[in-house]
């Protein structure tokens, strides 16, 4: 049984955190497999949106605590270890945000701590009601300080802190009023309305929307002129596409574009 399920159907790919006895813990072999099948459809032609769920009764619970204290026995890791351990968690969010596709996370049960980060780091986020999210950490003696990176940047400075230094949960409608997710569905629309939302991206000129989601995070780190000289330069790019160019003829013509990519 592999501990990541990849499914493609059409020009969306859907992976499955499939290690429901560890409510999908981030494993060094979660991480592992994340990391590559994320590098690889980051190069994929053919895979447009990435959407992310997982097995059992839990989207994701953060860092598999038995083996981070299985690090600490070993006298010989030391805090390099851990060290790492953090280091190859920032790259598989880092691969989240800087691939080209849009990744949409599909969330049910809890996603807690790096779960959380998880859930933060991808660009879009579908949650069934009943789900709770949190950054508990704090309730075991360890600061979820990696995952309020992804926090932070999603929802309003002192509602993160809240979160981070109380370890409460919140529940799902809370989380959308927040933005740390898009919508709230019916548990049994769930997998439905995150398929629909990504087959809509899907239906998009790809190019474009890979051009945009470069640019929205781009623009992110600039101050407001810098952001729109930025964003300036980047449609210009996105103009120069023959698609686009058969895309504004399309809707001046009234008919549906014929994209060739």
Not at 170 to 177: D, L
Not at 214 to 235: I, P, S
Request: aromatic residues 4%.
């Amino acid at each position: 049984m592999a501990i990541l399920e990849v499914t493609q159907r059409d020009a969306v790919t859907h992976l499955t955190l499939n290690s429901p006895e560890r409510l999908n813990a981030l494993s060094d072999e979660m991480l592992a497999a994340l990391q590559d099948t994320l590098d690889q459809l980051a190069v994929d032609p053919d895979c447009r949106v990435v959407t992310l769920s997982g097995a059992g009764k839990a989207f994701c619970a953060g860092h598999d605590l038995r083996q981070m204290q299985a690090m600490r026995q070993n006298a010989d890791a030391g805090a390099a270890a851990f060290a790492d351990l953090f280091a190859r968690c920032t790259d598989v969010m880092m691969r989240i945000q800087n691939m080209p596709q849009p990744v949409i996370a599909q969330v049910h049960g809890i996603a807690t701590a790096a779960g959380c980060q998880l859930v933060a780091t991808c660009d879009m986020a579908i949650a069934g009601t009943g789900t709770r999210f949190g950054v508990n950490g704090v309730n075991i003696g360890l600061f979820c300080s990696t995952p309020m990176v992804a926090l932070s940047r999603n929802i309003a400075p002192k509602k993160a802190f809240e979160m981070l230094t109380t370890g409460d949960f919140i529940g799902a409608e809370r989380a959308e009023a927040l933005g740390l997710i898009n919508r709230v569905v019916a548990p049994e629309a769930l997998a439905d309305e995150t398929a629909a939302l990504a087959d809509q991206i899907a239906s998009k000129l790809g190019a474009a929307v890979k051009i945009g989601k470069r640019a929205f995070y781009e623009q992110l780190a600039l101050d407001t002129a810098e952001a729109y000289a930025h964003t300036g330069a980047v449609m210009v790019e996105n103009l120069a596409l023959d698609d686009t160019r058969e895309g504004m003829q399309a809707f001046i013509e009234k008919r549906p574009p014929d994209w060739k990519q």
